[in-house]
């Protein structure tokens, strides 16, 4: 009877736990993108108001 190849098999489950990690993040990333895109103009159009001169700053 063969012995069992420990090593092998942590090694196995190691990359396997680093593949679904990197495929995580890379899923969250293009969450991030996709939702980034509309939440920056509406702080480009305030950072606008609040650094001109004739506009109040709202409070």
């Known amino acids: 009877m063969a012995t069992p190849n420990y090593g092998y098999e ?3 489950k190691e990359l396997a736990k ?5 495929e995580k993040l ?4 293009e969450r ?3 939702e980034g895109a509309p939440d920056d103009a509406p ?3 305030a950072d606008g108001q609040q650094s001109g001169p004739d506009t109040p700053a709202q409070v």
Do not use: F, I, P
């Open 18 to 22: 680093k593949k679904k990690k990197e």
């Open 10 to 12: 942590k090694r196995q």
């Open 43 to 45: 702080q480009d159009e």
């Open 26 to 29: 890379k899923h969250k990333a």
């Open 32 to 34: 991030k993108v996709g």
